[in-house]
């Protein structure tokens, strides 16, 4: 088996890039909201989260099981789209999920979306935490990093 690595980049427009944007800001915007069925509507009922805290220590479950303790915490997070790349019924977002009020709660995360029966979910959650994020985390003063370029 050969894996070929292509010389130019060929991630092509993303014609689904406002509704994959709105799938994924329904996971966002569900914090603090106190309404468990946005999760509902943005993640597949089997998706999965992985992802290491600020020390590194890995954990994974199924996403379903924190539905409601998200939608009750009483958190502002904005969310900062940092690429979108869509190849057919496929898409991947990375995200900056950035606590309003305490950057070190904040986390990059990147979604793997798929289109069942023409809707957009979320199948898998994949984070770290926002100091081990390199370039894409939030600094400790609350300040997003300087975007390289536009997608």
């Known amino acids: 088996m050969s894996v070929e690595a292509t010389p130019e980049n060929r991630i092509g427009h993303a014609p689904d890039r406002e509704e994959i944007i709105r799938v994924v800001r329904l996971y966002t915007d569900g914090f603090g909201a106190h309404r468990p069925e946005m999760y509902a509507e943005a993640f597949h009922p089997l998706a999965r989260i992985s ?3 600020d ?3 890995f954990h994974e479950n199924l996403i379903s099981a924190a539905h409601d ?8 997070v904005s969310a900062r789209i940092i690429s979108v790349i869509q190849a057919g019924e496929v898409a991947c977002v990375v995200l900056g999920f950035d606590v309003d009020d305490d950057p070190a709660q904040s986390w990059l995360d990147i979604h793997s979306l798929l289109r069942l029966d023409g809707t ?3 199948m ?3 984070a770290t935490h926002g100091s081990r994020a390199d370039w894409a985390g939030l600094s400790a003063s609350g300040q997003a990093p300087t975007r390289l370029s536009e997608d």
Request: aromatic share 20%.
């Open 51 to 53: 992802y290491t805290n």
């Open 124 to 126: 898998n959650k994949t």
């Open 55 to 57: 020390d590194g220590t």
């Open 69 to 76: 303790g998200w939608a009750n915490w009483d958190i502002h």
């Open 120 to 122: 957009w979910k979320i």
